[in-house]
């Protein structure tokens, strides 16, 4: 069985799920505590499997596989039906250059050990680091929700059909919503965030969810 350490809060992780359960496939979910005990992913047998010390982890036989998006296009690949990319070749383009308008230029400044370093070796107060946060989302939103306009799709980001795309947005608006950021000049993103949470992939893979949550 495929084996998926992650952490419940973590976005990445949360992409990851979602595959997992639009593929239906069975995985085991194995939680590192990003915080607990000083943070379980700075372990000496965790770093073992994943020098990095991040997450999410698959670990498929013998495969050993880090970063989300390359999970993902893995799993897509492995269980190919129903796909995550499209056939087309310009949409397929699309869709991983939506993906990675949020995996590289929304998600690192915003997630944990940035968050952590700003408060903790910078000194950045929490007001600042509120400020901080928020202002990455709405700069990184506001030209997601400009090619959403463009896509003309209001239940999925492209073509009003599941892929790789809603699995990077829903995580991501969950995250900006837990740091209450203002989304209401993003009616796309919502409509779309809305749509795709009464999902039952979706919804199983939703941090509050999950077995470690609130541990």
């Known amino acids: 069985m495929i084996k998926l350490f992650g952490y419940w809060r973590s976005t990445a992780a949360y992409r990851v799920r ?3 359960n639009f593929k239906q496939v069975s995985y085991e979910n194995l939680s590192i505590h990003l915080v607990k005990d000083g943070g379980q992913q700075h372990t000496p047998e ?5 020098p990095q010390g991040l997450v999410p982890l698959l670990i498929d036989n013998d495969l050993k596989l880090s970063q989300s998006s390359a999970i993902i296009e893995y799993i897509d690949e492995k269980y190919s039906d129903p796909p995550l990319l499209d056939v087309d070749l ?6 991983r250059s939506f993906c990675q308008t949020i995996a590289c ?9 940035i968050l952590k370093y700003l408060a903790g070796d910078l000194n950045v107060s929490d007001e600042s680091k509120t400020t901080w946060y928020a202002h990455w989302i709405i700069e ?3 030209a997601i929700e400009r090619q959403l306009e463009q896509n003309q799709s209001t239940e999925f ?23 209450n950021v203002d989304l209401e000049k ?5 409509s779309i965030n809305d749509h795709c949470c009464q999902l039952s992939y979706f919804a ?6 999950q077995p470690d949550a609130n541990q």
């Open 157 to 179: 980001c492209f073509a009003n059909k599941m892929t790789m795309a809603d699995l990077f947005l829903i995580p991501q608006v969950y995250n900006a919503s837990r740091f």
């Open 105 to 113: 230029d929304i998600h690192p400044l915003n997630n944990l050990r």
């Open 204 to 209: 199983d893979a939703a941090p509050e969810n």
């Open 18 to 20: 979602i595959a997992l």
């Open 46 to 50: 965790y770093r073992e499997l994943n």
């Open 90 to 95: 310009t949409l397929r383009a699309r869709i």
């Open 186 to 190: 993003f009616p796309r993103i919502r």
């Open 140 to 142: 990184g939103f506001t």
